[in-house]
C-alpha cells in the first residue's frame, strides 16, 4: 500500500496565471517523499545531508492534468520501485480532495546512490534499501 | 487566542547552507495567515484574487533567532491587530517544537487594503475585519 | 538557431545538498522560454495572464546531469516545435560555462492552448504561433 | 557608489495575484548581494557554505511600494554598512525601469559573524570586512 501525504495549496505555491506553478507539482511530490522517508524512520536532516552517499533525482517525468488553487486540499501518494542495486524510481499520483476526488498530477522521478566524493555509484544504504523493498 | 499553525520544514525550504533560506520564515508565516483565514471561514482562492479589493503587504520586519533544518517541526501563531478602517498588522512567532519548545523568529506584516483599479484606500471586506477583530 | 539564456545561479536556487534543487532546473528553463517569448515581441505580463486563451503546460520531462552550484554560470536554450494546431513542446539544454562547457540538464516540455473558460483546445494565439514556427 | 544589481521579473517570482509575492522581493535583494560580493572577488560557493565562519541574516525590514508584474526590468542597490566588528547591514533599493524609474521597494538587513559549531560571534573574515568598507 502506498504512502499517502495530505498538503494544502498555499499562495507561494501560485503563480500570476493564478494557479499553481507547474515546477510545484514536483516539489510538493518530493515534500510527500520526505514525509514517506520520515514515517519509516529515516532521520530527514542527516539524510539529505553529504553523509557518504547522496542519492540525487537524475529523471523526473510530470503530468499536470488539472490546475489547482490556492486552498485546494491534496493527497499524494508515493510508490518506490528499486531499479538497480543503487536506484530505484518513485511514482506519485496527486489528487484533488472535493465530493469526487479528481487526479490532477502524475509524478515519476529517479533517483541513483553516489559518491559525494567522486560522484561513483553505490550500494543504497540500508534503511533507505529497506525502505524501497517494504514500500 | 491566537491562531496556531503546525509545520514540518521541508527540503525545498532550505539552501546550500543547510537551513531554511531568510525569505522562507515569511513565505510559512504567509501560509499560517492563510489556514487562520480559511479557519475563520474566508475562501481562499477568491480573498487573493482580485475581487474588487485587494490587501497586499506594504511592511515586512522580521527577527531570524535560529536556525531550521529539514524535517523540523514547527508552531506559527497568527495575532492580527487592526490599525486603521483599511489598514491591519499580524504578529507571528515561530517555535520550534522538540523536548523544549524554542522560539526561532519574530514576523510582523501590514497589511492595507486598496482598489486594484485605483489603487485609493478601502474599507476592510466585512469577513476580514471580523476576523481581524474576533483574534 | 535557438535562442540562448544567461543565468547565474543564486543562494535561493540551492537546497541543503549544498547544490541547485531539481525543481529549479525547470523554473530557469521556463525563464527562459519567457526571455524567448518577450525577445519575439510578446508581452509577458498580459501572455501569462488570461487573455482568451491560456497554454499551460501538461507534460515536463527532464535529466538532472550534473549538480550545480551557487556562483556557476549557465547558458540555456530554448527550441520550440510545433506539435498540432493547438500545442507546441519546448526542448532546452542547461550548459555550465566554464573552461569546457558542460551539459548539465535537459528538459521538454509540452504546451497546449486552451479556453480558460472551459478548458478546450484552441488554436495558438498568431503571435505565438509564428514565434514557435520561426524558432 | 552603490553596486547595482539588473534583474527582470519572472513568472516563478509572481503569485495568483498576478503580481511578485512579497517575499520574492527580498529574495531579489539577495541576489544582488551575492552579485556584489562576487563583483568583490568573494567566491559564493564557498561564502554560503560553512567554512570556519557564517554570516546569517538576523533581522529584515521591507516596504513593498508598489507591484512588480511578470517581465518588469528592476534595478537594485547595494548599499553595506559596518555596524560591530562582528555585524553589518545592508540597505536596497529596489526601482522599476521604464519611461520614469520608481522606487517600487525598500529593504534592510542585518547580518552577524558567528561559528557555525557554537554560534559564538566572530569577526568578520577579511574579504568581506573589506567588501563592507569599501562600499
Given at each position: 500500500m502506498s504512502f499517502s501525504y495530505s498538503r494544502t495549496i498555499h499562495f507561494?505555491?501560485?503563480d500570476a496565471a493564478g494557479v499553481v506553478f507547474f515546477t510545484n507539482y514536483l516539489a510538493i511530490a518530493h515534500e510527500a517523499y520526505e514525509e514517506a522517508l520520515s514515517a519509516s524512520g529515516i532521520n530527514l536532516r542527516t539524510f539529505?545531508?553529504?553523509?557518504?552517499s547522496v542519492t540525487p533525482i537524475v529523471k523526473s517525468e510530470a503530468e499536470y492534468l488539472r490546475p489547482l488553487y490556492c486552498g485546494d486540499k491534496l493527497r499524494v501518494t508515493v510508490t518506490p520501485t528499486s531499479l538497480t542495486p543503487h536506484s530505484y524510481e518513485i511514482r506519485h499520483e496527486l489528487f484533488r480532495l472535493g465530493t469526487a476526488e479528481k487526479l490532477v498530477g502524475r509524478i515519476r522521478t529517479e533517483h541513483i546512490c553516489i559518491?559525494?566524493?567522486?560522484?561513483e555509484r553505490l550500494a543504497l544504504p540500508t534503511a533507505l534499501a529497506a525502505w524501497v523493498s517494504a514500500s
Open positions: 507561494p505555491d501560485t539529505f545531508a553529504d553523509t557518504g559518491s559525494p566524493a567522486n560522484r
